[in-house]
């Protein structure tokens, strides 16, 4: 891909002009994530061999043509490439990577003489068994910018990921705020919504995202709360009507559609919506105590393949779903529905009729996150943490239009020096009762261990993302919805505040960003 891509940009530019050194003027490529890194490598083969750069003026054209945008902040996603595989695949591109981490490693001891543990953490080649290239090394290397995707990650890549980096040139670092094209997820995927808009602010708001931002002012009247909130009901009709085709089950558009849908990880946190899933059938069983309101917990997303405790998580998922929607105790104030090969097209049906988005990373993990803009684009509240671009929608929404709960990122550092999940377990009897019906055997059909790793996980594996930590602050925060949903006109004023205050979340306004802040174009028209 890399190589196609490069060999197609020289050939258009080349056909406009022979003059090399032109092409940062002419040309960005913009690294998304660790993926693509080797671009760099095999643009400096392309000038140095192909057409007789010389290196120095072939290093300085590479750099200020290619630029890095770092996705994530976990080191599982940061590549790392085996020399071994390099030297037997592409031999030629190890030898220029090696002479780019020379030179790079001699800036490095220029700057900090004598520091040779900062010059093994900075350089491109991992000294491990077997030795590696790191692939995020050779992308920042190359770039005359980095950036990263929400303001609070951003800030993290600068101090936590690569601190080293930005000590050395901390004027390549940048954010730029992810983004979503509103003519796919509002126009096209709720075109109810999309008449709803044009008839208040007028057409031309699909190519100027901004004047959403009018709707603000019709928030609060009533006939276009009932409007709205009409609309977000034949939505959920036509979900409920998905989730029956899908997985046979028949779900009410009157409950509450309380969504979780995105990659099946750990610090995504699907298994803290789970505890309190458990939690609630619990109370319905035990102690006879319903919900407010009823509720259809849906999930949907994706695990790597070799990702066990992911994998287990959606089993269990699937098994909780399949007690709690047959259990007649229930009396139907509780549903949960995991949808299988959660794809695009789905993603156009689930997100216009959701009410509630969950967005529950542990602080500090999520990069920027984009189903959150989605959703609020698409007037669901959002239940979610101080973590990615969760941040800055509070900040646009405003705080009485989002349900926060948990620990920030410095409290998540800080709790993870002396977090004692079996000391927790042993002393809060909420968290000892969650867990305890989790391993009785109930979930577990005829496979009484299946989820003993998913429980060693919350108690003897430190529990590293925090579940039980922020355990019964999301049980409250969850409360504070569930009051609110009962208003069913202050509902429809939040669920409009979080529409037309969504207008800073559109793929415009981040491409716009790059292009000023990365590319240095300006727009073509005005």
């Not at 057409?51 to 590479?62: D, G, K, L, M, Q």
């Not at 500090?364 to 973590?387: C, P, R, V, Y």
Request: glycine share 6%; aromatic share 8%; net charge neutral.
């Amino acid at each position: 891909m890399v190589a196609c891509a490069l060999r197609d940009i020289l050939g258009q530019f080349l056909r406009r002009t022979t003059d090399l050194e032109t092409l940062p003027q002419k040309v960005a490529i913009q690294m998304n994530d660790t993926h693509p890194a080797l671009a760099v490598a095999e643009l400096m083969r392309l000038l140095v061999d192909e057409h007789s750069v010389p290196w120095n003026s072939a290093w300085e054209i590479t750099r200020n043509s290619c630029a890095f945008t770092n996705h994530t902040l976990m080191p599982e996603a940061l590549e790392k490439w085996p020399v071994d595989l390099l030297e037997r695949v592409l031999p030629r591109h190890l030898q220029i990577m090696y002479e780019i981490n020379q030179r790079f490693l001699q800036e490095v001891e220029s700057r900090f003489p004598g520091d040779v543990a900062r010059r093994s953490r900075m350089s491109m080649i991992e000294e491990s068994m077997p030795r590696q290239v790191r692939m995020a090394h050779l992308a920042i290397i190359g770039s005359h910018a980095v950036n990263g995707v929400a303001k609070l990650h951003s800030e993290l890549v600068k101090k936590i990921l690569v601190p080293d980096f930005y000590a050395l040139w901390p004027d390549r670092f940048t954010n730029v705020t992810n983004g979503v094209t509103h003519r796919r997820w509002l126009a096209c995927a709720n075109p109810a919504l999309s008449s709803f808009i044009t008839k208040f602010v007028g057409s031309g708001w699909e190519i100027d995202f901004q004047r959403i931002r009018e709707m603000e002012k019709y928030a609060s009247a009533p006939d276009a709360q009932r409007e709205f909130l009409a609309i977000k009901r034949a939505c959920k009709v036509r979900l409920s009507n998905s989730i029956h085709g899908e997985i046979h089950l028949q779900v009410d558009p009157e409950s509450m559609f309380d969504v979780h849908v995105k990659r099946i990880h750990e610090y995504k946190r699907q298994l803290l919506n789970v505890l309190r899933v458990i939690h609630v059938y619990k109370s319905i069983i035990e102690e006879g105590k319903m919900p407010r309101v009823p509720r259809t917990v849906i999930f949907g997303g994706k695990a790597a393949p070799g990702y066990h405790i992911a994998k287990l998580i959606i089993k269990l998922i699937n098994n909780i779903a399949e007690v709690i929607n047959r259990d007649p105790k229930v009396k139907g104030m509780l549903k949960v529905a995991f949808l299988p090969n959660y794809r695009v097209s789905l993603a156009e049906v689930i997100i216009p009729g959701t009410d509630l988005s969950e967005q529950i990373s542990t602080a500090g993990t999520e990069a920027s996150g984009t189903s959150n803009m989605k959703f609020a684009m698409n007037g669901a509240l959002t239940i979610g943490t101080l973590d990615g671009a969760n941040i800055e929608i509070r900040e646009r929404v405003g705080a009485d239009n989002f349900y926060l709960f948990g620990l920030d990122t410095d409290q998540v550092a800080e709790t993870r020096k002396h977090h004692n999940p079996r000391q927790l377990f042993d002393s809060d009897t909420d968290i000892r009762g969650v867990i305890d019906y989790l391993v009785s055997g109930k979930f577990s059909f005829n496979d009484p261990d299946i989820f003993g790793d998913i429980c060693a996980v919350l108690l003897d594996r430190g529990d590293h993302y925090l579940h039980l930590a922020d355990f019964h602050s999301y049980l409250d925060a969850h409360a504070r919805v569930e009051e609110d949903y009962l208003n069913r006109p202050l509902w429809g004023q939040k669920a409009l505040l979080n529409v037309a205050r969504s207008c800073e979340f559109t793929s415009d306004q981040s491409i716009g960003h790059y292009a000023k802040r990365i590319w240095n174009i300006v727009p073509a028209i005005d």
